[in-house]
């Protein structure tokens, strides 16, 4: 038993040392690749899709109600009390004969039918509300859809940023790291001061925490992203894309009008008022008589066996009117109560009718200005580059300072990281607009 227990461990130690020798695959990673995984495993949209089955029961429970309902009734009577009649005597002058009869029986079997015939409407209604329901949480997933895939596009444009900014923070330290070994060199002829020395050594020096910042914004980046898409944070990946410029023409009328008919809140909020008027008659009809035929079939005896004769059956077969005639004022309040109800939901609707055009218009707003920032920042990067490269010839040839070359690296640095921005934005503003009219991603291959 010992060597097996050893041999055991062994291979689990082998197993181990396999796993760790044996790291994960490096996966590669698109923005539609992202998101298709973000639907399929990020678990907080996975719990809200969760919801359409729940609702989807919900319409067979109510459909249920349609159907005949039957029961079974097993009675064992512990204790009962015996009553006593009174005849009168047959024999004139005598006292009348008192006698006890037993009208119950120990064991009772019961099989109970209820059809229901008339209910008012409330059936109908239920079944309608329950089928409104589940509308509006269908309604529901495509919102939380719609707010993981811009999510999701929010966060891999965010890495593409980051991944910017490392760039441009590795060409200002290289830069500077140039810049200051020709200073150097032209220091150690005698054609640079010991004050240009020093502050291009500084100016190297001081890059770099920049640097170091911006790898860490890209590790945070990334470890957001593989979070939206459901990616274990250990898992290496290869994000494949770049921020670029793709032309959209917005307008204004068309994508209010495409979002007041296509948002899935607006939606789900038709919906809510169609159940709150399902409510309403549900309410009302409980002032209506309701109608049922009701059967039972018994078996009763006094002992618990099975012999033959020892058990008595008896059927009955009726018909049940129930008339409401006070309940406290419970459905007068429930009436009030639904009639309520309907009226939030009117004013719920005008105020996000409202927030969707403001949506609408502000995330327009911010795509112009985007892309005018974008198409700015683009000649700017150009004239940024051609005045560093200006700076060091005139440097090298002793028309330019020390602090002129540093201004225009700073220049070029604040143009690339302004340009990147501007990227950035333009690319958020545009998944903003296509959420705020209520569109955006959407791949047949993911339910």
């Not at 129930?322 to 109800?341: D, L, R």
């Not at 705020?436 to 991603?441: T, V």
């Amino acid at each position: 038993m010992k060597s097996v227990g050893k041999a055991l461990i062994i291979l689990a130690l082998i197993f181990t040392v396999a796993a760790i020798s044996y790291p994960q695959e490096k996966i590669a990673l698109t923005l539609d690749e992202c998101i298709r995984l973000a639907l399929q495993q990020n678990p907080f949209y996975l719990a809200e899709k969760a919801k359409e089955e729940e609702a989807s029961y919900r319409v067979k429970e109510a459909v249920s109600n349609f159907f005949p309902s039957l029961n079974a009734l097993g009675t064992n009577v512990l204790d009962k009390k015996v009553f006593t009649l009174e005849f009168p005597s047959f024999i004139p002058g005598q006292p009348p004969q008192r006698v006890k009869i037993d009208f119950t029986r120990n064991y009772q079997f019961a099989l109970t039918l209820s059809v229901p015939l008339f209910t008012g409407g409330r059936l109908i209604s239920g079944f309608k509300q329950a089928n409104l329901n589940l509308a509006a949480t269908q309604e529901t997933i495509r919102q939380s859809r719609q707010e993981t895939v811009f999510n999701v596009k929010k966060a891999f444009y965010g890495y593409l940023l980051a991944r910017e900014f490392v760039a441009v923070s590795e060409e200002a330290v290289t830069l500077a790291d140039k810049h200051f070994k020709n200073v150097k060199n032209l220091y150690e002829v005698g054609m640079a001061s010991k004050f240009d020395l020093l502050r291009s050594e500084v100016q190297a020096a001081n890059l770099k925490p920049q640097l170091i910042r911006a790898k860490n914004g890209l590790s945070i980046a990334e470890l957001g992203l593989k979070t939206l898409s459901g990616l274990d944070l250990n898992q290496p990946v290869e994000i494949k894309g770049s921020l670029s410029f793709q032309e959209f023409e917005a307008k204004l009328d068309a994508n209010v009008a495409e979002a007041l008919a296509s948002r899935p809140e607006l939606i789900q909020l038709a919906y809510q008022k169609q159940m709150a008027a399902e409510m309403l008659k549900m309410a009302r009809a409980a002032y209506i008589p309701t109608l049922a035929v009701g059967g039972a079939f018994n078996y009763w005896a006094d002992t618990f066996n099975f012999k033959k004769n020892n058990w008595e059956s008896f059927y009955s077969i009726s018909l049940v009117m129930s008339i409401p005639i006070f309940n406290g004022f419970s459905n007068s309040a429930k009436v009030g109560e639904t009639k309520a109800m309907m009226k939030q939901l009117d004013y719920s609707q005008k105020g996000l009718m409202e927030m969707v055009k403001f949506e609408v218009q502000q995330a327009i707003l911010n795509l112009q200005q985007a892309k005018e920032s974008l198409l700015s920042q683009e000649k700017n990067v150009e004239q940024a580059q051609e005045a560093v490269r200006i700076a060091e010839l005139n440097y090298a040839e002793g028309l330019a300072t020390n602090l002129d070359v540093s201004s225009v690296q700073v220049a070029l640095t604040q143009a690339k990281t302004n340009y990147s921005q501007a990227l950035y934005d333009y690319a958020t503003a545009l998944a903003q607009l296509e959420k705020a009219i209520g569109s955006g991603w959407d791949k047949d291959e993911v339910k």
